[in-house]
């Protein structure tokens, strides 16, 4: 069984940046990637961004490519995810899901972003 605990959400101004950080329990290396996934109010759930065990590959939703880097803290066994230029359509609670979506077989309780002035 993995956990998957997220934090580092809060209140930012439009143009902002926040950095989001995921930790894990259990051997998420097993299932091979991590990501993170977002669902807005009335929104349906969305990916973002991916990260790969085997090669250290990472791949990106359009809506935020550009703008959001997912990176692997070895030593902290932590993942995060820095989201720069943020914009009010970022406002969504935000998840790390361990494999990446749509495969995703476990998520933490979410982090809530709000991007507004």
């Known amino acids: 069984q993995v956990q998957v605990a997220e934090s580092g959400g809060g209140l930012v101004q439009p143009g902002g940046s926040l950095s989001l950080s995921c930790a894990t329990s259990?051997?998420?290396?097993?299932?091979?990637?991590i990501g993170w996934f977002r669902q807005g109010p009335g929104k349906e759930r969305e990916g973002l961004a991916c990260?790969?065990?085997?090669?250290?590959?990472?791949n990106y939703a359009d809506s935020v490519k550009g703008r959001f880097t997912i990176s692997r803290d070895n030593a902290k066994n932590t993942v995060s995810l820095q989201m720069n230029s943020l914009k009010p359509e970022d406002t969504a609670v935000y998840y790390c899901t361990i494999p990446c979506p749509p495969s995703s077989k476990y998520w933490g309780q979410g982090t809530q972003v709000t991007v507004a002035s």
């Open positions: 259990g051997s998420a290396v097993d299932y091979g990637s």
């Open positions: 990260f790969t065990f085997s090669d250290g590959s990472t």
